[in-house]
């Protein structure tokens, strides 16, 4: 894997991810519910009894919320690189429900593992999950899109 195809793929996952979260965000202030992803990671480090200050276990869960963004990512591109799955809107639909599933399969674990009952509308954070998740697929394959257009064009037109 060349350093370009690692740009593209971090740029892809920040992408998706921030944009899911954004919706995630702007879902949990139009409900009046928590349903933010980071916040909720937060609260979950602090069931674990980690020896860590605040700050630090708030950066860990937006790390962490980023890094699982990647994983899915990387996921998403060894399935187009490979050609197992063409890079269409209905695979980008496809993928963001699988992963919407594996998001909400992941939190419903992470929630029992962790005994914490977070004092929220766990069916409506769910159904949001499941549709952000179609959102990070949907803007995970449009920005995989663009960077390959880009990679390609430059790839022809640019020479160093």
């Known amino acids: 894997m060349d350093i370009s195809t690692i740009l593209q793929i971090l740029i892809v996952s920040i992408a998706a991810t921030s944009a899911m979260t954004f919706f995630s965000y702007a879902v949990s202030a139009s409900f009046r519910e928590l349903y933010k992803e980071p916040v909720l990671l937060t609260f979950l480090l602090a069931q674990l009894k980690l020896e860590l200050s605040a700050g630090t ?47 909400i399969l ?31 697929g949907l803007v995970a394959a449009a920005a995989y899109y663009l960077s390959l257009t880009v990679l390609l064009l430059t790839n022809t037109y640019v020479t160093i």
């Open 57 to 103: 276990k708030k950066m860990l869960a937006w790390l962490i919320h980023y890094i699982i963004g990647l994983l899915f990512v990387i996921g998403y591109h060894l399935l187009w690189v490979n050609n197992i799955l063409p890079l269409t809107v209905l695979t980008a639909l496809l993928l963001g429900a699988i992963s919407g599933i594996i998001g």
């Open 106 to 136: 992941g939190w419903v674990i992470m929630f029992k593992i962790a005994r914490y009952k977070p004092a929220i509308d766990f069916k409506g954070y769910y159904i949001q999950l499941f549709f952000a998740h179609v959102i990070f």
